[in-house]
């Protein structure tokens, strides 16, 4: 009988689990693989290389902004997103009238694709030229037509990015709030109320806040993960066809190019992806250690 | 007076969030605008908030267009968004199934080797997968596009979730009634289990038709792009033609948005249900 079951088992979860080794485990460990090889053009190299790859990758200006421009996309993006999503799940929380049209409407830009939402940003919203419709808002007030994606100083093409994502996240991370809020016992606001706390900010910092410490976790981890895999909107906002401007190039875009660009280089861009996994691993450690001792540090 | 103060806090509210409402709006309104005028009006500095005339041609020269292979596109990303959401519910739903009730003495182990693919960051296994299906031969085909999309962990996990609360009474009847593991998932399990299965397909459906990197990568030929990939060909191209643009990109968000609007319940039970917190 027991026997039988263990057969069963694998005739329901061995296909996904053989089918999730090979295109999970197997890819990564020939990447580690080719990572010590010279292999350019070829999945099947010959010439051992040791560390090379990864001194040259790690000597590469070009590669160590690629990681710069991640952390301060990450930094930007990820509380950005928090407080505008906060803020809508609240708002739309204590809404009476239209509460579900509300959150449909905010809710919609995740239908959208970041090839499509880049696509209005880039052509028709921060549309460098006279048609744009910042530039033409801008000039109802007087103001100069600013080229938005071709100015790093300052860095107008900053703005373009993050507003492009928050628009296309924020509402996802807002249903994630409602479903905390919808958990929280209204006895404690009772509670508050009796005790004379006026509603607004002390309930929200009191209450409110630690309530949704769970979900908070859940919605910085996400985000956290989220930026790292930023591709589409830099790839489908700054590049043309006269080739990709050297600043604002995220490691996937810039390993996009060493790897399968005009080099093949697959051994560079296997130590590439290794290295940022490395990063990627530290910088959730680190985060997943910093938010459980805000955690102790509330309770205590 | 406290009333008034109440009162005035609400209408504020409402105000921001209209105004607000407003804002998200305002991209979609202007990928219906601009994907409905001639390119002389799309640029055209005096700009209007309705378009002088109202040009449904456009949607012909879209697909009229042969240096963009607009609908065989559209026709790969109907397949592969629909060959991904059945193959990652089928597959899903049994390894979640097998994961919650089939007693098994290594079941934690492999749970957990599943679940550990889900820390291991998309970027960082892309390099490499493609080297694996291009070594598979699988480059530029929709086999390679398809078939290593299909065994999400993320998809695997909701459903185990799910079957771990599922009621055992309805299971054990069936046993009783002498159905094997094989006939009480599909006879007893999958009916009773329909708006997980919403939920998951629709959210597997949206990501499907939404991405972008894996199809750039694989589809390197014209024969196997998929809309993501020919919208974006669009606007990284010498000579962009804008109204075609535009008109493709509302087009290829038509379907989505259909399939939003229908399941977006499913979507908020599912992201409820999916137990990230």
């Known amino acids: 009988m027991k026997h039988r079951s263990a057969l069963w088992f694998w005739v329901f979860v061995g296909p996904f689990a053989a089918g999730l080794a090979l295109f999970t485990y197997v890819p990564l460990l020939?990447?580690?693989?080719?990572?010590?090889?010279?292999?350019?053009?070829?999945?099947t190299p010959t010439h051992f290389v040791g560390l090379d790859n990864y001194t040259a990758m790690l000597r590469d200006d070009a590669f160590r902004d690629s990681l710069k421009t991640f952390l301060v996309f990450t930094a930007f993006i990820v509380p950005t997103t928090y407080v505008v999503s906060l803020t809508l799940a609240l708002m739309v929380n204590r809404v009476r009238w239209a509460r579900a049209f509300f959150r449909?409407?905010?809710?919609?830009?995740?239908?959208?694709?970041?090839?499509?939402?880049?696509?209005?940003?880039?052509?028709?919203?921060?549309?460098?030229?006279?048609?744009?419709?910042?530039?033409?808002?801008?000039?109802?007030?007087?103001?100069d037509s600013v080229a938005w994606l071709a100015t790093p100083d300052p860095p107008w093409y900053w703005l373009v990015l993050i507003t492009v994502r928050l628009w296309l996240q924020a509402g996802f991370y807002m249903i994630l709030f409602l479903a905390g809020l919808q958990r929280i016992d209204p006895a404690l606001y009772e509670a508050a109320a009796v005790d004379g706390a006026r509603p607004g900010?002390?309930?929200?910092?009191?209450?409110?806040?630690p309530q949704l410490r769970a979900t908070s976790v859940a919605v910085v981890l996400l985000l956290v993960v989220n930026a790292f895999q930023a591709f589409d909107e830099f790839y489908n906002l700054l590049s043309d066809a006269r080739g990709y401007p050297p600043y604002a190039r995220p490691p996937l875009v810039y390993l996009y190019y060493t790897a399968l660009g005009q080099g093949q280089n697959l051994g560079l861009g296997s130590a590439g992806a290794v290295i940022l996994a490395l990063v990627i691993a530290v910088v959730t450690v680190a985060q997943a250690r910093w938010l459980k001792l805000g955690r102790t540090d509330a309770d205590g | 007076m406290d009333d008034a103060l109440v009162r005035a806090g609400r209408?504020?509210?409402?105000?921001?969030?209209?105004?607000?409402?407003?804002?998200?709006?305002?991209?979609?309104?202007?990928?219906?605008?601009?994907?409905?005028?001639?390119?002389?009006?799309?640029?055209?500095?005096?700009?209007?908030?309705?378009?002088?005339?109202?040009?449904?041609?456009n949607v012909h020269e879209l697909f009229a267009d042969t240096s963009v292979p607009f609908a065989r596109s559209l026709l790969n990303s109907a397949l592969i968004a629909v060959a991904t959401t059945l193959g990652t519910l089928l597959l899903a739903s049994l390894a979640g199934y097998g994961l919650a009730r089939?007693?098994?003495r290594y079941a934690d182990k492999v749970f957990y080797g599943i679940l550990g693919t889900l820390l291991i960051p998309a970027a960082v296994t892309f390099v490499p997968s493609f080297v694996?299906?291009?070594?598979?031969?699988?480059?530029?085909?929709?086999?390679?596009?398809?078939?290593?999309?299909?065994?999400?962990?993320?998809?695997?996990?909701?459903?185990?979730?799910?079957?771990?609360?599922?009621?055992?009474?309805?299971e054990d009847a069936a046993q009783v009634d002498g159905l094997g593991y094989w006939?009480?998932?599909?006879?007893?399990?999958?009916?009773?289990?329909?708006?997980?299965?919403?939920?998951?397909?629709?959210?597997?459906?949206?990501?499907?038709?939404?991405?972008?990197?894996?199809?750039?990568?694989?589809?390197?030929?014209?024969?196997?792009?998929?809309?993501?990939?020919?919208?974006?060909?669009?606007?990284?191209?010498?000579?962009?033609?804008?109204?075609?643009?535009f008109v493709a990109a509302a087009v290829s968000i038509l379907p989505l948005l259909v399939v939003f609007l229908v399941f977006q319940r499913w979507i908020v039970t599912g992201v409820e249900r999916s137990g990230i917190d």
């Open chain 2, 183 to 245: 006939r009480t998932y599909w006879l007893i399990v999958v009916p009773n289990a329909r708006p997980v299965f919403a939920a998951v397909g629709t959210i597997v459906f949206l990501g499907a038709w939404n991405s972008f990197l894996w199809p750039l990568v694989i589809g390197q030929d014209q024969s196997a792009w998929t809309v993501q990939v020919a919208l974006s060909s669009f606007t990284t191209a010498q000579v962009i033609r804008l109204h075609e643009l």
């Open chain 2, 11 to 57: 209408a504020l509210r409402l105000a921001v969030l209209i105004a607000l409402a407003l804002l998200f709006l305002i991209p979609f309104y202007l990928l219906l605008r601009n994907g409905l005028s001639s390119e002389r009006e799309i640029t055209s500095p005096e700009w209007t908030f309705f378009p002088h005339e109202l040009r449904w041609d």
């Open chain 2, 102 to 104: 089939i007693p098994y």
């Open chain 1, 30 to 43: 020939w990447s580690v693989g080719l990572s010590f090889f010279d292999a350019q053009n070829t999945v």
């Open chain 1, 104 to 143: 449909s409407v905010f809710f919609l830009p995740a239908a959208c694709s970041y090839v499509v939402a880049a696509l209005v940003w880039k052509m028709s919203i921060f549309s460098g030229v006279r048609f744009g419709l910042a530039n033409t808002v801008l000039g109802w007030f007087g103001t």
């Open chain 1, 201 to 209: 900010w002390t309930v929200l910092r009191h209450i409110t806040l």
């Open chain 2, 132 to 170: 694996l299906v291009s070594s598979l031969g699988w480059i530029s085909t929709l086999r390679g596009l398809i078939v290593p999309t299909l065994f999400s962990a993320f998809a695997c996990f909701v459903f185990r979730q799910y079957f771990l609360g599922f009621p055992k009474e309805l």
